[in-house]
């Protein structure tokens, strides 16, 4: 009997059967056990195998040895770990974040130029670029004072938070292009408008305030300076506040180019701007 019981274990060693070893409490946050391939361990209280680094475990998880020989430590190269249940706190979430079945992500909407409507003191009329290839641009002019324009961006129903970040994106139309350290400026405010409901409220004003502007700077330097035709980005914004933004609401937003810091003293179409916000998707 012994000499088949030993061909038996030295079988299944061979042929890197499942073993079932034990059961390993993980309270103390243990280190993973001396094991050979197949070996098999039941987590029997929750927290961390590998020490106090190591990973989160959940009572009623399996973990496997892969490697013949392997030994007592910290390191967890020749396991596996099988969950029993999904533990969240195991998860890198890149974009978004995990709450429950609720998970918030980033997402954007680039809003055309032709969509603005005249301010104050408006860019040109909208008018086609040609350098081999066209595009539609409004120029704002350079050295004149700010121009400015009103544009209606209706916010989805599952928006969530209270701010946005924008970048613009504009071209240089001229041929004295931006020397080192001239800056382009613009800024952007909204205010949000319009009841999700019947009901009456001074939110549903179109004269309600707008938030306030956020400025982004192009600052340009020498071993950078852009030529003519090419298309600019701004960097995004920080956080911009419009005034009652919420989901299902629609949002009056203000574009300026600021002429009164702006040292580009020359003009630049722009094409439009990006709007980056949060949704909420259950």
């Known amino acids: 009997m012994d000499y088949i019981r030993r061909n038996y274990n030295n079988l299944l060693a061979l042929l890197d059967a499942l073993v079932y070893k034990g059961v390993i409490d993980c309270s103390g946050n243990p280190n993973y056990p001396a094991a050979d391939a197949g070996h098999v361990y039941v987590v029997s209280v929750s927290g961390k195998i590998g020490g106090g680094s190591g990973t989160n475990v959940a009572e009623g998880d399996l973990l496997l040895c892969k490697v013949d020989g392997t030994t007592a430590g910290t390191d967890g190269t020749n396991w596996d770990i099988i969950e ?28 055309p130029v032709e969509a603005g409507i005249d301010g104050a003191s408006a860019p040109t ?13 409004r120029v704002f002019r350079g050295a004149t004072g700010n121009q400015d324009l009103f544009f209606i961006w209706h916010t989805p129903n599952d928006l969530t938070g209270t701010t946005i970040t924008y970048r613009v ?52 330097a020498t071993a950078t300076l852009p030529a003519q035709y090419a298309l600019i980005n701004t960097a995004w914004s920080t956080a911009v506040t419009p005034t009652h933004l919420a989901a299902g ?26 709007l980056k916000f949060t949704r909420t998707l259950a």
């Open 249 to 274: 609401k629609t949002v009056i937003l203000t574009l300026i180019r600021d002429q009164g810091t702006d040292t580009y003293a020359q003009n630049v179409g722009v094409i439009g701007f990006d």
């Open 169 to 220: 994106r504009y071209l240089i139309t001229e041929s004295t292009v931006p020397a080192n350290t001239e800056t382009v400026i613009f800024t952007l405010a909204g205010v949000g408008i319009g009841a999700v409901t019947a009901s009456y409220t001074t939110d549903q004003l179109l004269s309600h305030a707008l938030g306030t502007a956020v400025a982004v700077t192009d600052t340009y």
């Open 125 to 137: 009329a909208a008018a086609i670029v040609t350098s081999t290839n066209k595009i539609v641009t």
């Open 84 to 111: 029993k249940n999904i533990d969240l706190t195991n998860i890198s979430i890149t974009g978004g974040t995990i709450s429950g079945t609720t998970l918030a992500i980033n997402d954007y909407q680039f809003i």
